[in-house]
């Protein structure tokens, strides 16, 4: 059964801070996986999905990379700023019609 | 404009109640799916619909129930068996039944009374 963890569960930082969000997932066979984005009492908008065959996707400031064999990915964001204050969800999913399997999420705070 | 709608955005229920949260997509969408979110938890996954006249259970379909009639919609029925009914439920759909490129709506809150 695939396990999705996201440590720390909230993170603050200073604007202009590039910062990295972490997701480690116990099944390496994974199909792809995805970063979404929760602003409070709002649904998820997807950020960014990486395919099992893609080490990394880039989408303006934000940066996502995929290592099965060490069962994690990492949501890079470069000069964060207050507008990116919100919790960050990543899902992964183990075939093509398998459900997604979400992590708790990282609640982050950048500081003006 | 396309988009995911659900209503109420808050939603109330006595004791031994049953109240149904409503689904609304324009995307020409063929999957639906409804989750459950608890504060500081995942989402979890409790039914799921690829096609008209059909549905599937998800992880924790006990105490919920739903149909799919129509394309368009997908409502859900949060029964007086859930005794744990208070989360933010949040529909979601996507193009094909795949569940791979899914589109969320804004989510309803349901709270007891």
């Known amino acids: 059964k695939q396990e999705v963890t996201q440590i720390p569960a909230a993170l603050s930082v200073p604007e202009g801070e590039n910062l990295v969000l972490n997701c480690s997932f116990t099944d390496s066979a994974i199909y792809n996986l995805q970063w979404f984005r929760q602003d409070p009492g709002k649904g998820l908008t997807s950020l960014l999905l990486i395919q099992s065959s893609q080490r990394e996707q880039t989408s303006g400031r934000l940066n996502a990379s995929l290592d099965k064999s060490s069962g994690r990915s990492t949501l890079y964001i470069a000069a964060s700023q207050p507008g990116d204050s919100a919790t960050y969800l990543c899902a992964a999913s183990t075939g093509a019609n398998s459900k997604l399997t979400f992590g708790k999420g990282i609640t982050l705070s950048v500081r003006p | 404009d396309g988009g995911i709608t659900q209503s109420p955005k808050y939603l109330f229920r006595k004791e031994g109640q049953n109240v149904t949260l409503s689904c609304e997509q324009n995307?020409?969408?063929?999957?639906m799916y409804w989750y459950r979110q608890d504060p500081g938890q995942g989402l979890r996954l409790i039914y799921y619909?690829?096609?008209?006249?059909?549905?599937q259970k998800g992880d924790i379909a006990e105490g919920y129930s739903v149909s799919r009639e129509k394309k368009e919609s997908f409502p859900l029925t949060v029964t007086s068996a859930q005794k744990n009914p208070t989360a933010f439920y949040l529909c979601?759909?996507?193009?094909?039944?795949?569940?791979?490129?899914?589109?969320f709506g804004p989510g309803t809150r349901l709270l007891v009374l």
């Open positions: 979601a759909s996507s193009i094909v039944s795949d569940f791979q490129t899914q589109y």
């Open positions: 619909s690829q096609i008209v006249n059909d549905f």
């Open positions: 995307l020409n969408h063929d999957a």
